[in-house]
C-alpha cells in the first residue's frame, strides 16, 4: 500500500486544511523538544568546542581510532557472514532432508544457538579459545567475536535459507528430478541458487544486524572495535557524550546505506524476473524467533496451497 | 555456475579462517623473561589504553601515564629500547590469561598483588601503593569520606569491588550506580547526577587532573591496593630484574617526577614511595 | 555446583523477565503508533516515522541504552522515578533500560506491523472508505485488527529477540542475567563452563516456549485468504 493509500480518501479542501494543522502542530512539538534538548545540553556544557573540536576538527582521532575501530567492525562483521553462509546453507538444507535424525540434529541445534544472546556466546567462544587452542592473543577477541556472531547468524540464515528453499514453485524440484537429478544435484543447482537470489535482502539486512552485534564483544573481550573507541577517546578528550554521538552517526551512515543496499537489490531482482520469486519479506525474518516457521508464510501472507 | 563458484569461495574463507586459528602460538613463549629479552631485544608490555593519567594511547599513537613510565624505565633497565617496546592493551579480565600464554612479557596497568592471582602469576613490587578513594565535585564540601556517602549517590564500574565495600563496610544507604567504564561516570560526576565516583586514588587523581578545576579528592583513602607488575609464575629472575629497576626508579627521583608530570596537577598528594615486598 | 546457591540466579532472571515484559508491552505500543505514522494521511508525520526507523534501527542498542542513561537522564535531566526514593538509581536504571529496549525493538514492531498491513486487502479498506469512516477508524477499527493476525508469528521472533537483548541492560547496571554471569565468571574462573552452561539453559527455557506457544498461536490466528 503506497502513498496515495487506500487507508484515507484523497483529501478534500477540509482535510487538506486539518492535515495542515496537525503539520503545524507535529512540528511545533518536534521543534520544542528540539530547542529544550538543546538548551539542556548547553547548559550542562557538552556543546562546547573543546569537546567537539577534536572530533570535527582534528584528523588524528579519526586516523588513529575512529577509522580503525570502523575497519574492526566491518572486518568481524565481514567474516561473520562470509562464514555464517554458508554453514547457515548447510543446516537449512539439512533441517530439510529426508532423514529423520539429521532434521533433528540440525533442527535442535538452529533453535539452541538462535536462543542464546550473542554475548554469552561470545564470552563462552573467547574462553574456549584460551583454553583449548592456540590462537594468539592478538586474534582471540575477533575469532571470539566472530564466532559468536557466526553460531547466531548461521543459524538465522538456516532459516532463511529453509524458507527460501520452501517459497521455489513445486515445479522445480520436480522438473529436475523428471531431468534425472539426484537430490543432492537438485538442492546444489536448482534450488539453492535461486533460493539464495530470491532471499538476498533478507540476508544483506543481516548483515546490519552483524554489524550492529559486533558492538557487544568490544567492552568485555577488547576488541577494539568502533563502539569501544569512545573509552580511548574520551581518555584523552573527557568528551564521553560527543564521541558516543559521533560514533552513532557513523553506524547509522554504514548501515543505512546497507539497508539502502539491500532495498535496492530486491528491487533489482523483481525486476529482473518480474514476480517469479516472493520470499519473506527480510524485515520479517531479520530475527526470527526459535520453534517458529516461517517458511509457509510469504510477505506476511499465509500461503494456503 | 555462477553460484557455486561463491560457494566454493566462502567454504575456501572458512576454512581459512580455521586454519589460521590453529596456527602456532609465540614460539618462544616458554623461556624466562630475562633470555628472552637477551635473544630478541625487545619487550611486549601490557597497559590499559583508557586511563588518563596511568596508561593511555594519545591521537599520534604513542602512549603516556604513570604505569607506561613505569613500563619504559624497566625495559631500559632490561636493556630494551624505548622503540623495541610493543604495548599491547590488557582488559582487566584478560590479565591472567595473557601472562599465562606468555602473549604479554610483563604487565603494568593498574595491577593490585592479591593472594588468588599469586596462585596464577608472581607479581614484581609494588612500584605503587594506591588506596580506595572518593572523587567529588570541586565546590562540594559535604563529602569528607566514605562514611559520609549515606543518601549519596556513587558511581563505579560494574563487578568491581571498591563500590560494593563502600556499601558494605561505610554507608549503607549510598545509592550504587554501575557502568561498563569510567569515563560514564566522569560524565554523570560533571552533570551532578551521581556525587562520588569510587576507585583508587591515582585513577581517580589521573581524572582530576584530565579535568582541571572541576573536581578533588577527598584525600582519605580506606584500602590499600599494592600495584605490581605482574608476569610469568615463578619468574624468579626475572622478577628480581624487575625489582632492582624499580628500586632504581625511586632511588633516582625518576618516579616521583613521573607522578608528578602525570598526577601531580590534580593535587594529588603524591605518597611515599613503597618498600619492594615480593622477593 | 553448590556455588551456584551463593548467587540470586532465580532473581537475576526475574530482572530479566521484568524487563522483557515491561519492553515487550512498550514497544507493542509504540510500535503502533509508529506504524499508523508510517501510513497517515499528515505528510510530515510520514517523514517522522521514516526518519525514526532509519535512525534507531541503525544503531546499536548498546548506544541506545547508554544513551538513555547518559543523556536522557544525566544530561537532560529526566528522570523516570521518584527522585528522593532511596532506591532511585535502581529502579531509574530499570526504566531507562526498559525505554531504551522500546525505543529499538519498536521500529522492529513496526516494520512488522506495516508488512502486516499490506496483506489486508485492499478492497477491506475501500469498503471502510465507501462506509464513509475515517483515516483512524478504517486504520483502527478494519484493517489493524486483520493485520495483527498475520504478524503473529513476525512479532513472536521480535519478542524473542528482545528477550535475548535484555542483556545489553547491564552497560548501565541494571541487575539482570548477563550482569551477574559476568559476575560468576569473574569470580569462578575455574567453572566457566558451568557457569555458561546454566545461563544458556536459563535463557532457552524463557525463549523456547514463548516461542512455540506464538507459533502455536500464530497458526490458530492466520488467515485463510
Request: proline content about 5%; glycine content about 8%.
Amino acid at each position: 500500500m503506497s502513498a496515495p493509500s487506500v487507508l484515507y480518501d484523497a483529501p478534500g479542501p477540509k482535510a487538506r486544511g486539518r492535515n495542515v494543522g496537525y503539520t503545524a502542530a507535529f512540528a511545533l512539538a518536534l521543534l520544542a523538544v528540539a530547542w529544550v534538548v538543546y538548551l539542556k545540553f548547553d547548559e550542562k556544557g557538552q556543546l562546547d568546542w573543546t569537546l567537539w573540536q577534536p572530533l570535527l576538527a582534528d584528523g588524528r582521532t579519526w586516523t588513529e581510532f575512529l577509522l580503525p575501530g570502523l575497519l574492526n567492525t566491518l572486518i568481524a562483521g565481514a567474516l561473520a557472514i562470509v562464514i555464517a553462509l554458508p554453514v547457515g546453507a548447510i543446516f537449512g538444507i539439512a533441517r530439510l532432508s529426508d532423514h529423520a535424525w539429521i532434521r533433528t540434529v540440525a533442527g535442535t541445534v538452529v533453535e539452541f544457538f538462535r536462543a542464546i544472546p550473542v554475548l554469552i556466546l561470545m564470552i563462552f567462544a573467547n574462553e574456549f579459545y584460551f583454553l583449548f587452542t592456540d590462537v594468539p592473543a592478538d586474534s582471540r577477541p575477533l575469532y571470539a567475536v566472530v564466532t559468536g556472531l557466526v553460531l547466531y547468524n548461521a543459524s538465522v540464515l538456516a532459516e532463511v535459507v529453509r524458507s527460501g528453499i520452501l517459497s521455489l514453485p513445486k515445479g522445480q524440484s520436480e522438473a529436475a528430478m523428471a531431468l534425472g537429478l539426484r537430490k543432492t544435484q537438485t538442492m546444489l543447482t536448482i534450488l539453492l541458487p535461486q533460493a539464495v537470489t530470491a532471499m538476498l535482502p533478507a540476508i544483506v539486512s543481516q548483515l546490519v544486524v552483524v554489524l550492529k552485534d559486533t558492538a557487544l564483544g568490544g567492552a568485555i573481550l577488547g576488541y577494539e572495535d568502533l563502539l569501544i573507541q569512545y573509552r580511548v577517546i574520551s581518555a584523552n578528550f573527557a568528551n564521553t557524550i560527543p564521541t558516543l554521538i559521533v560514533i552513532a552517526i557513523i553506524y547509522i551512515v554504514v548501515n543505512f546505506a546497507l539497508t539502502q543496499l539491500a532495498v535496492w537489490l530486491e528491487r533489482w531482482l523483481r525486476s529482473r524476473r518480474r514476480g517469479a520469486l516472493t520470499g519473506p519479506d527480510p524485515d520479517m525474518l531479520e530475527e526470527q524467533a526459535p520453534g517458529l516457521d516461517l517458511s509457509d508464510t510469504r510477505k506476511g501472507q499465509p500461503v494456503s496451497a | 555456475m555462477r553460484f557455486t563458484r561463491v560457494l566454493r569461495m566462502s567454504a575456501a574463507v572458512a576454512a581459512l579462517g580455521l586454519a589460521a586459528a590453529c596456527g602456532g602460538a609465540g614460539a618462544n613463549a616458554d623461556k624466562p623473561l630475562l633470555d628472552r629479552v637477551k635473544e630478541s631485544k625487545k619487550l611486549t608490555i601490557g597497559i590499559k589504553y583508557d586511563q588518563p593519567g596511568l596508561g593511555r594511547r594519545t591521537p599520534d599513537g604513542k602512549f603516556q601515564g604513570f604505569d607506561v613510565d613505569v613500563a619504559k624505565y624497566v625495559a631500559k633497565e632490561l636493556g630494551v629500547d624505548e622503540s623495541a617496546i610493543t604495548f599491547k592493551e590488557t582488559p582487566s579480565a584478560q590479565r591472567e590469561n595473557m601472562i599465562e600464554k606468555g602473549e604479554v612479557d610483563f604487565i603494568v596497568a593498574t595491577y593490585s598483588i592479591t593472594d588468588a592471582r599469586k596462585k596464577k602469576v608472581s607479581f614484581a613490587g609494588p612500584y605503587f601503593i594506591a588506596g580506595q578513594d572518593l572523587l567529588i565535585r570541586a565546590e562540594d564540601n559535604e563529602i569528607t569520606g566514605p562514611d559520609s556517602l549515606n543518601g549519596k549517590k556513587l558511581c563505579s564500574v560494574k563487578g568491581s569491588t571498591p563500590a560494593q565495600k563502600i556499601q558494605k563496610d561505610y554507608s549503607h544507604e549510598a545509592q550504587l550506580q554501575e557502568y561498563g567504564g569510567y569515563s560514564e561516570c566522569i560524565t554523570q560526576l560533571l552533570n551532578g547526577t551521581v556525587d562520588a565516583v569510587t576507585t583508587d586514588d591515582v585513577i581517580l587523581a589521573g581524572y582530576a587532573t584530565q579535568n582541571s578545576g572541576k573536581f578533588k579528592l577527598v584525600g582519605k583513602p580506606f584500602t590499600e591496593e599494592r600495584y605490581g607488575i605482574g608476569l610469568r609464575k615463578d619468574d624468579k629472575a626475572g622478577r628480581d630484574a624487575i625489582n632492582k629497576a624499580i628500586q632504581k626508579m625511586i632511588d633516582e627521583g625518576v618516579w616521583k617526577q613521573a607522578l608528578e608530570k602525570n598526577v601531580g596537577p590534580s593535587g594529588y598528594k603524591i605518597p611515599a614511595p613503597p618498600e619492594i615486598t615480593e622477593k | 555446583m553448590d556455588f551456584l546457591s551463593r548467587y540470586d540466579l532465580l532473581g537475576a532472571f526475574w530482572v530479566t523477565v521484568q524487563l522483557t515484559v515491561f519492553s515487550a508491552i512498550g514497544s507493542l505500543v509504540w510500535g503502533t503508533v509508529l506504524a499508523a505514522m508510517r501510513v497517515s494521511p499528515v505528510p510530515l508525520m510520514r517523514s517522522f516515522g521514516t526518519a525514526y526507523i532509519n535512525l534507531v534501527r541503525n544503531t546499536p542498542l548498546t548506544l541506545v541504552i547508554i544513551g538513555a542513561s547518559l543523556g536522557l537522564y544525566s544530561t537532560l535531566g529526566v528522570a523516570l522515578v521518584e527522585r528522593e526514593s532511596p532506591t532511585f538509581i535502581e529502579d531509574n536504571n530499570f526504566w531507562l533500560a526498559v525505554l531504551g529496549l522500546v525505543v529499538y525493538t519498536a521500529t522492529f514492531v513496526c516494520e512488522s506491523i506495516r508488512s502486516g498491513i499490506n496483506t489486508v486487502p485492499a478492497g477491506q479498506a475501500e469498503a471502510a472508505r465507501a462506509l464513509g469512516l475515517g483515516f483512524g477508524q478504517t486504520l483502527g477499527i478494519v484493517v489493524l485488527p486483520q493485520a495483527f493476525r498475520s504478524v503473529v508469528a513476525p512479532l513472536a521472533s521480535v519478542l524473542i529477540a528482545l528477550t535475548k537483548n535484555t542483556t545489553v541492560a547491564a552497560a548501565i547496571g541494571v541487575a539482570e542475567a548477563a550482569g551477574l554471569m559476568k559476575e560468576m565468571i569473574e569470580n569462578e574462573s575455574d567453572k566457566i563452563l558451568v557457569v555458561f552452561g546454566v545461563f544458556a539453559v536459563g535463557f532457552v527455557l524463557l525463549t523456547l516456549p514463548t516461542g512455540l506457544l506464538l507459533g502455536w498461536v500464530a497458526k490458530k490466528m492466520a488467515v485463510k485468504r
